[in-house]
Every structure is written in structure tokens, then in C-alpha cells.
């Protein structure tokens, strides 16, 4: 599996199109095998989902995410995780023993 992070300096982007880029981890039985830092692309609509995707990612975790962003992972069965904070390796590291849960904290403006 491979879990993506949004992240603005090692820490979790609280908007997920605002991310300087993401930390992509790679992890097979509950052990993370690799770490990687990925730039973010130019933020366009409807760019970042299709790009994760690519990248082979199964599951996204960010802070917050519009609603137009999380169908468009829905559409490419990539599980969506909002509401996490703090350090982007220690989100990884609760969501893999089951403690880091989606709040479904949708944004619905970019005033943040």
C-alpha cells in the first residue's frame, strides 16, 4: 500500500491543495519500507487527485480537502483522511495500527 501525506515542512498541510508536496510511504504488513518526498505540482483543479493516483497511492491524509477533490480520490478508489495534524510519519504510523479515523472535515472555501 502507499499512503500519501500533504506536508508543509514535515508536518501536515491543514489544506490539501496548499501542501508544498507530499511524503509518500511505502508500507507492506504494517512496516513502512520507504519514504520519499514528492514536490507538489502547480495547484490546478482536479490536478493533484489524478496525480496521486498515478503515483500508485492508495490512501491520502491531510488536514483539510474540498469536496470536489475528495470524489475525484473517491473515483479512483483512493481512501480520503481528513482532520490530521502534527507530524506526517507519526500519522502514518497511527493510521497503520487503526487510531488516526477521517473527521470528514471538508473545506468549503479557501479562506483558510
Known amino acids: 500500500m502507499k499512503i500519501a ?9 491543514q489544506h490539501f491543495g496548499h501542501c508544498d508536496g507530499f511524503y509518500l510511504f511505502d508500507e507492506e504488513n504494517g512496516t513502512i519500507h520507504n519514504k520519499e518526498f514528492v514536490q507538489s505540482p ?5 490536478l493533484l487527485p ?7 497511492v492508495n490512501t491520502i491524509i491531510s488536514g483539510g480537502m474540498g469536496g470536489a477533490a475528495v470524489n475525484l480520490f473517491n473515483e479512483r478508489n483512493v481512501e480520503v483522511v481528513v482532520g490530521a495534524t502534527g507530524d506526517a510519519m507519526e500519522n502514518v504510523q497511527e493510521y497503520l495500527k487503526g487510531n488516526l479515523k477521517s473527521t470528514g472535515s471538508i473545506c468549503h472555501h479557501h479562506e483558510h
Open 5 to 13: 501525506v500533504a506536508s508543509i515542512d514535515g508536518k501536515v498541510s
Open 42 to 46: 502547480e495547484h490546478v483543479p482536479g
Open 50 to 56: 489524478k496525480f496521486l493516483a498515478d503515483l500508485g
